[in-house]
Structures are given as C-alpha cells and as structure tokens.
C-alpha cells in the first residue's frame, strides 16, 4: 500500500503560479510513474501530466508550456509547478502512483483560479 500527500492547492489569480507537492513515504517510490490528474465540477478525471521512474514525461494539450512536472526519488516526492494559470485549470487535482497492477491516489487537493 502507497500513501499520497498531496499539499500546495489554493486561490491564485488568473495568470499566477503554484506548485503542487505530492510525497510518497516508505515506498520504493523510483519504481512508480507518477501523476497528476484534475477533475473539474461534472467533468470526468483527466491526465494533466505524468512522469516516469527514468523521468520521460508527458502533458496534456491544455497545460504544455505552461506545467511542468519533476520527480525528486531521493525525497519520494513528484511535484508540478503550474503557471500562467487560467480560470479553466480549476479543479480538484490529484496524484497517483503506478507501477503494474499497482494504481494509488490522492486525497485531492483544490486549485481555484480566479479571473
């Protein structure tokens, strides 16, 4: 069983920054891609970037550019910086780990963006 904490989410403006902070401790947290995913109000859960255990990474349309996920394995730790931000990133993002048939999630944290 792998444990996220997820910290970072809150109210920003629309074209400011944050950074989301997902920790994974006690895994073997090199061995699982990790991600973010967001969920808007009745929108379905979807990929906003994920990078693997070598740290290849992949974005969403929506977000290149503008986010960019990092991985520390010394601190069991996967981040993602978010800039630029606008009104339509807002939702409850969420961290998942995965390696195999292993799949974990995040409790969620909120990102408001106002305009």
């Known amino acids: 069983q792998v444990q996220l904490v997820e910290s970072g989410g809150g109210l920003v403006q629309a074209g400011g920054s944050l950074r989301l902070s997902c920790a994974a401790p006690?895994?073997?947290?090199?061995?699982?891609?990790m991600g973010w995913y967001r969920q808007a109000p009745g929108n379905q859960r979807e990929l906003v970037a994920h990078?693997?255990?070598?740290?290849?990474?992949n974005y969403a349309d929506s977000v290149k550019g503008r986010f960019t996920i990092s991985r520390d394995n010394a601190k069991n730790t996967v981040y993602l910086q978010m800039n630029s931000l606008k009104s339509e990133d807002t939702a409850v993002y969420y961290c998942?780990?995965?390696?195999?048939?292993?799949?974990?999630w995040g409790q969620g944290t909120q990102v408001t963006v106002s305009s």
């Open positions: 998942n780990a995965l390696w195999r048939w292993q799949n974990y």
């Open positions: 006690g895994s073997i947290f090199s061995i699982y891609t």
């Open positions: 990078i693997t255990g070598a740290g290849s990474t």
